[in-house]
């Protein structure tokens, strides 16, 4: 899977930004995605916006700060 989120980010760029509904129920492999797109939009110098319920935004600001 990890693979897959940059080559879509790289499509993405192509065609100038696009909406992102990610729905899954394992919250583990989610998390993963979603730090793959957000330190994929900073090493590109891209701004990035993340929009997250109160539940995960701590658990994903976790994960970050470790990286």
């Known amino acids: 899977m990890q693979k897959k989120i940059p080559a879509f980010i790289t499509e ?10 990610y729905l899954t129920k394992q919250k583990h492999l989610y998390i993963e995605n979603v730090l793959i797109f957000i330190l994929d939009g900073i090493q590109k110098k891209d701004q990035v916006l993340v929009v997250e319920n109160k ?3 701590p658990l994903i600001l976790a994960r970050l700060t470790r990286w």
């Not at 993405?12 to 509904?21: E, L, R, S, T």
């Open 12 to 21: 993405m760029c192509q065609i100038n930004g696009a909406h992102v509904f």
């Open 55 to 57: 539940r995960l935004m």
